[in-house]
């Protein structure tokens, strides 16, 4: 069964104060791996997605990368506006569906 | 953003009763999905479509139905209500891409079940 683990659950960041968020996945084949934001009341706004280990996407403050086994979602000099949820999903090569890790509540404080 | 809206954005019912919660598309994409969310769980798909009148149950489809008559609209019906479907639930279609579909959602419904 494919599983996506998250880490840290929640993370706490000062502005400028550089961190990164973990995405730990489990699956037979990987056919891509997606990054979304979430802000409270809203759906899921998609970020990134990655297909293969090595490879990196970035955009303003995040970069996200890929290894076989996990995934991270670097956050560069963030603002309190990039305070929301992050979440992570993967797509196996077998599967007809996404399979979601539970998130990571990003808060940056001014 | 993609066109998606779900209707309604709120709602609150009593256990027993049919609540039916709308999707509408303007994209013309050929996938629509129904997830729930709810703490400690994460996203988890309900249902799916492939087409119009095309449906598959996703990972926890027992107490829904869903149906497709046009490419635009994805209905998720709740036939009896219970408190366990409390939820905020999320439609989504998909855009093909490189390897993969890309899933865009929509605002959300909250329904509460009392």
């Known amino acids: 069964e494919d599983q996506v683990t998250q880490s840290p659950e929640a993370l706490r960041l000062q502005e400028g104060e550089s961190s990164s968020l973990n995405c730990s996945y489990t699956?037979?084949?990987?056919?891509?791996l997606f990054w979304y934001r979430q802000d409270p009341g809203k759906g899921p706004e998609f970020l990134f997605t990655?297909?293969?280990a090595g490879e990196e996407k970035e955009k303003e403050r995040l970069k996200a990368t890929l290894t076989k086994k996990e995934s991270f979602l670097h956050i560069t000099a963030p603002k309190p506006e990039d305070s929301a949820t992050y979440l992570c999903?993967?797509?196996?090569?077998?599967?007809?569906?996404?399979?979601f890790g539970e998130g990571t509540q990003l808060t940056v404080n001014p | 953003d993609a066109g998606i809206t779900q209707s309604p954005r709120h709602k609150v019912t009593e256990t027993g009763t049919p609540v039916t919660l709308r999707c509408h598309q303007t994209?013309?994409?050929?996938?629509m999905y129904w997830y729930r969310q709810d703490p400690g769980h994460g996203l988890r798909l309900i249902h799916y479509?492939?087409?119009?009148?095309?449906?598959d149950k996703g990972e926890v489809s027992d107490g829904y139905s869903v149906s497709r008559s046009k490419t635009e609209d994805f209905l998720l019906t709740l036939e009896s209500a219970t408190s366990s479907q409390t939820s905020v639930y999320f439609c989504?279609?998909?855009?093909?891409?490189?390897?993969?579909?890309?899933?865009?959602f929509g605002p959300g419904t909250r329904l509460t079940v009392l």
């Open positions: 479509s492939y087409g119009v009148k095309d449906t």
């Open positions: 990655l297909y293969s």
């Open positions: 994209e013309n994409h050929r996938y």
């Open positions: 699956v037979s084949g990987l056919r891509g």
């Open positions: 999903a993967v797509y196996e090569t077998s599967g007809s569906r996404l399979t």
């Open positions: 989504a279609i998909s855009a093909p891409g490189k390897l993969s579909d890309t899933q865009y």
